[in-house]
């Protein structure tokens, strides 16, 4: 089953947070982040693997609630290249990935 | 090298005709996925190979027919599409099945 995200969209001036979260009906055993600009291949961010599990690197991070089956991807102090659409994926059933339907950010100057 | 390489990255092809896509990766990874994009929409997984052997095979259509010659190399065979197939069709490989993915460029198909 796809995982929720939202929102879909987030417009943000260039230095300004923001969140983007994803959802599941079914138990979570691993959230994976990842990016795709207009044009290009998706690029993995990071994947959590438990519950409790935070992770990041420059300013990006994420936690993932097993308990709420949701996990939370932030942006901090955004920059022009964060750009582009955020896809989380979430394991449904072994080795199948299964991505929400993005969340698309745009950072103007 | 990290990078995974698909041919051709265009393709435009008429519903009677056979092509293939090709996709290489020499990082030694054991899973391979064929991942189909349409506009605006997330990847939706096709296939998965692991250790050469074809693990998942989401229920696709079998006018799509993969392919895995070597533990580089992946292939994607079409034969007889439809114009509803054309899309971006992305190749992914990770050192074992569901960990990072490293995606290629992707061909853009064209069924016409």
């Known amino acids: 089953q796809q995982p929720v995200q939202s929102p879909q969209a987030v417009i943000l001036r260039e230095g300004e947070d923001a969140v983007i979260n994803c959802s599941s009906s079914k138990a979570l055993y691993s959230v994976h982040w990842y990016r795709q600009k207009h044009g290009e291949a998706p690029v993995f961010l990071m994947i959590l693997l438990k519950g409790g599990e935070q992770k990041g690197h420059d300013k990006i991070s994420a936690s993932f609630n097993e308990k709420k089956q949701q996990s939370s991807l932030y942006l901090t102090a955004s920059q022009l290249s964060y750009s582009g659409t955020y896809f989380c994926g979430t394991e449904k059933g072994a080795q199948k990935l299964v991505f929400g339907q993005g969340t698309r950010l745009t950072i103007n100057p | 090298d990290t990078e995974v390489t698909q041919t051709p990255k265009h393709l435009v092809m008429g519903m009677t005709n056979k092509k293939s896509l090709k996709c290489e990766q020499h990082m030694g990874h054991r899973a391979m996925y064929w991942y189909k994009q349409k506009a605006k929409k997330p990847p939706e997984l096709m296939f998965v190979?692991?250790?050469?052997?074809?693990?998942i095979n989401e229920s696709v259509p079998s006018r799509f027919s993969p392919e895995c010659p070597n533990s580089s190399l992946l292939n994607l065979h079409l034969h007889a599409l439809q114009p509803e197939d054309s899309a971006l069709y992305l190749c992914?490989?990770?050192?074992?099945?569901?960990?990072?993915?490293?995606f290629g460029q992707g061909t853009r198909l064209t069924v016409v």
């Open positions: 190979y692991s250790y050469e052997k074809l693990s």
């Open positions: 992914a490989s990770s050192p074992t099945a569901f960990y990072e993915a490293f």
